[in-house]
């Protein structure tokens, strides 16, 4: 069962600085472009790192502020002198940059998002190559699919292909991405993966379950091994 993939939502066409790229440029394109980030690539397009509003926001927050230097300076706070003092891309960006790939499953990029307290993430190529960008909003796109589309997707993907469910013996309800289903199958084993698989359909906010069962196989097998067919 495929389900939505980082490619299948993030931007391809991205706007990128070099090493040496200026201060006041780097600003003329975020403000320009209305973007809070832009990466920064060498020449084969390996992505260096990320120079986003923050990093140019310290020379800002230092303007005609008086040099000063602490005996036991703080990383946070000589991180942040420095990138006020810095007038190129390769002094003022975020390294290493955090990075996903096309295949990445929409879950497991927002996962990592979350963990690395970042908004965006730059796509690569096996080749470690920029081949796309994906930000929050993107990956909240997978939620505007109809509920006609994850029905179906329930319906073809989990119920026929996976569990080669007969037709008529479940019903699939959509509502607003929240999925209903009832009906009755022959083992207890193959309506709780009914419910778990439902709930990986890209889209899918919700699921809910009253499929019964005939028999309850869960003694039959091992701990978190569910059978199929």
Known sequence: MR??????VMTRDVLTVGEQTPYRQIVDVLIRRG??????????RRVLGVVSEADLLHKVERAGVPEERRVFEGRRRRT????????????LMTAPAVTTWSES???????????EAVKRLPVLDDLGRLVGIVTRGDLLTVHLRSDAEIREDVVQEVLRRVLAVRDG???????DGAVTLDGR???????????RLAGQVSGVVQVASTIGYDVDDTSLVGPGVTPVG
């Open 105 to 115: 499953s929409l879950p497991a990029a927002a996962r990592l998002m979350d963990r």
């Open 35 to 44: 973007i809070s980030a832009v990466p920064v690539v060498d020449g084969f």
């Open 185 to 195: 199958l022959d083992r207890r084993t193959a309506a709780e993966l009914a419910v």
């Open 3 to 8: 389900t939505w993939q980082v490619g299948d």
């Open 169 to 175: 013996l479940v019903t699939v309800q959509v509502r």
């Open 80 to 91: 942040a002198r420095e990138k006020a003092d810095a007038l190129v891309a390769k002094d």
